[in-house]
T-cell receptor, first 113, second 108 residues
Framework: EAGVAQSPRYKIIEKRQSVAFWCNPISGHATLYWYQQILGQGPKLLIQFQNNGVVDDSQLPKDRFSAERLKGVDSTLKIQPAKLEDSAVYLC???????????FGSGTQLSVL | KNEVEQSPQNLTAQEGEFITINCSYSVGISALHWLQQHPGGGIVSLFMLSSGKKKHGRLIATINIQEKHSSLHITASHPRDSAVYIC??????????FGQGTRLTINP
């Protein structure tokens, strides 16, 4: 069974530039999560989708971050413009439903210079 | 005070030792997860439990709901077990709350 696919694996940008991350969850998983993990900390939920609807985006900095899951399958997370403090690993995870076991992608390591 | 506290923060042991990592939480939960994160970022879900005990290979996870405490044990530890182990709890139907992680290093 294919796991959660994320790309790119690494990204280096300068502050004020834009960046986008892509995630393809496990087939059939209705719930998709984007997490931000700053070095030395646990993951922080940015946004949770149930199919193509947003369940929780309370911790998403909406002035610069956006995410979509238009067809209820793959998802993109965008940062525009990036700040130095956005340097982190961005993890995508999926599950059959809320409360089910999570499956994580390998993450995208973002460095903002 | 964090809702999820893990101890120790760092643990170094010799190959073959029995390892225990602890997780305490302060809220009522519907489930607790133990996750493993290797250098490079990828996270693997080890256990999801809401009561009792689960075992998978050399890994054992226990939870005491009354005491709001869980432990992750590794028997016959091996250098490949070196990773960050993260405890995460789900308060009811709310989003997961993550601990800071325990960095485990097993020396050969």
């Amino acid at each position: 069974e294919a796991g959660v696919a994320q790309s790119p694996r690494y990204k280096i940008i300068e502050k004020r530039q834009s960046v986008a991350f892509w995630c393809n969850p496990i087939s059939g998983h209705a719930t998709l999560y984007w997490y931000q993990q700053i070095l030395g900390q646990g993951p922080k939920l940015l946004i949770q989708f149930q199919n193509n609807g947003v369940v929780d985006d309370s911790q998403l900095p909406k002035d610069r971050f956006s995410a979509e899951r238009l067809k209820g399958v793959d998802s993109t997370l965008k940062i525009q413009p990036a700040k130095l403090e956005d340097s982190a690993v961005y993890l995508c995870a999926s599950s059959l439903g809320t409360g089910e076991k999570l499956f994580f992608g390998s993450g995208t390591q973002l460095s903002v210079l | 005070k964090n809702e999820v506290e893990q101890s120790p923060q760092n643990l170094t042991a010799q190959e073959g030792e029995f390892i225990t990592i602890n997780c305490s939480y302060s809220v009522g939960i519907s489930a607790l997860h133990w996750l493993q994160q290797h250098p490079g970022g990828g996270i693997v879900s080890l256990f999801m439990l809401s009561s009792g005990k689960k075992k998978h290979g050399r890994l054992i996870a226990t939870i005491n709901i009354q005491e709001k405490h869980s432990s992750l044990h590794i028997t016959a530890s091996h250098p490949r077990d070196s990773a960050v182990y993260i405890c995460a709890v789900r308060p009811g139907a709310q989003k997961l709350v993550f601990g800071q992680g325990t960095r485990l290093t097993i020396n050969p």
